[in-house]
């Protein structure tokens, strides 16, 4: 006991460090060793806190590892976590230093399979940037007052609504054109760059809005075709993309003039908002009225300035009865175009009361002209009947036996009273009745002969 608590030793102590500096060195050298990388997994043990933050575990069948999405990243997500969804996440490894355990900080995540997708996308990316067809300079302003919107969506999508209810708060001026088409699954995109194509040929538009609601990659990969992003470059007039959410991109955004984050953001940025034009229009109005006005006054300010300049009585007595003729002027003239306008508003109010005011001579002439135009459309309606009559009377008369025995045709009964179509059934000494056109006679059959049988045998 005595040589181990020997301080004079000359071996120098241990270096002892904290538990807390000992986590910290280990997730800093996790961060330097493990780089930003995806990593995939089903997830399970899902939990999100009151603070937004996601806790989970991404496991397979070997393996798990705990996992936490804070809320500034899962509030980015354009789907829902749920217990048993096959992801891929984007990692950092590290370590939580309180309780020493090992856990990665998931910065975004994407369903199992869209890795593909996201690579298609960014060659196709790359292919038409390198064409120039994402070009800046070819990107067109549009329009400040368009007078007519083409709308290329389904007409089912709630996009839509969302686009007309902003078009009737911002510009219920301008005119709408919807061109109608698929915005998801196989025959989306042919279907988009056809109603694209169709816009263009028409040319109704000023501006051509083509948007549809947030979704998955999946959802939206119909916007990730090279033919929509052809019809996109090709079109003649400024086209706006809205597909998607804020954080969703497709290569419509990048090929389209201009980029909206939301459909709704779409249909405001390509419309005026009237009510800011009409207050920018009084706003200018009052300025000229305001312009004018200074104008006049400092006009009459130099006016009797050098009027004070002049020293003759004379001359200053005519330059203020002058000023009393301009005075009397615009008092007459203000008094005038009170008048005018009262009398202008008077106008008005007997106009829209003579409108208001109901005129029986006007449903009499409405009720004369419906009048004749039943009288025509009956008499019209039974000339139609009796010319269809007249047609059924000719088909039967065309299909009764007596015009057939009218044209020298005579038709056999035998004693049973049945016709008899075939002459093989027929005995000799057999006496038929013969039918004519007027009149009938009975005859006796001396010689039968039946239609010849032809045989296989024959034929060949």
Request: include cysteine; charge should be positive.
């Amino acid at each position: 006991m005595q040589a181990q608590l020997d301080f004079s030793a000359p071996a120098a102590p241990a270096t002892v460090i904290p538990v807390s500096a000992l986590n910290r060195q280990v997730k800093r050298r996790l961060e330097e060793a493990f780089p930003l990388c995806w990593v995939s997994g089903e997830i399970s043990n899902l939990t999100v806190a009151a603070s937004g933050h996601a806790y989970f575990s991404l496991k397979d069948d070997q393996a798990q590892a705990r996992c936490v999405m804070f809320r500034g990243r899962a509030q980015l997500l354009g789907f829902r976590l749920e217990n048993g969804m096959h992801v891929e996440a984007r990692v950092l490894v590290g370590l939580y230093e309180p309780r020493g355990e090992y856990q990665l900080n998931v910065e975004t995540l994407r369903r199992a399979g869209q890795g593909n997708l996201y690579e298609q996308f960014l060659r196709l990316k790359a292919k038409l940037e390198q064409e120039g067809l994402f070009a800046t300079e070819r990107k067109r302003p549009l329009p400040p007052f368009p007078r007519c919107l083409g709308i290329v969506t389904s007409p089912q999508a709630a996009a839509l609504r969302d686009i007309l209810t902003t078009l009737a708060r911002r510009a219920p001026h301008v005119a709408i054109r919807l061109y109608p088409t698929q915005v998801q699954g196989d025959a989306a995109p042919a279907l988009i760059a056809a109603a694209i194509t169709a816009a263009a040929q028409r040319r109704e538009c000023d501006v051509l809005l083509v948007c549809r609601g947030g979704g998955s990659m999946e959802d939206l990969w119909a916007f990730n075709d090279e033919a929509v992003a052809r019809a996109i470059a090709a079109c003649p007039m400024p086209v706006v993309s809205g597909v998607g959410h804020e954080t969703d991109f497709t290569i419509a955004d990048f090929a389209a003039d201009l980029r909206a984050p939301t459909p709704t953001a779409a249909a405001e940025l390509a419309s005026p908002d009237r009510d800011a034009l009409l207050d920018r229009l009084d706003e200018l109005a009052a300025l000229l009225s305001r312009r004018c006005w200074q104008a006049l006054e400092y006009r009459q300010q130099q006016l009797d300035w050098l009027g004070k300049r002049l020293k003759h009585p004379a001359e200053r007595l005519a330059q203020q009865a002058q000023a009393l003729n301009a005075l009397g002027l615009r008092l007459a003239a203000a008094q005038a175009r009170r008048v005018g306008e009262s009398r202008e508003r008077l106008t008005r109010l007997s106009h829209r009361l003579a409108l208001a005011r109901p005129r029986p001579e006007n449903f009499r002439e409405r009720l004369t002209g419906l009048a004749v135009r039943m009288h025509s459309a009956q008499q019209q309606g039974v000339a139609q009947r009796r010319a269809h009559l007249d047609r059924l009377a000719a088909g039967l008369a065309h299909l009764n036996p007596e015009g057939v025995l009218s044209r020298g045709y005579a038709i056999a009964f035998d004693d049973d009273g049945k016709a008899v179509r075939d002459g093989g059934t027929l005995q000799p000494g057999q006496s038929l009745v013969l039918r004519l056109h007027r009149g009938d006679a009975r005859v006796e059959v001396r010689q039968a002969r039946g239609a010849p049988v032809v045989t296989p045998g024959d034929r060949d």
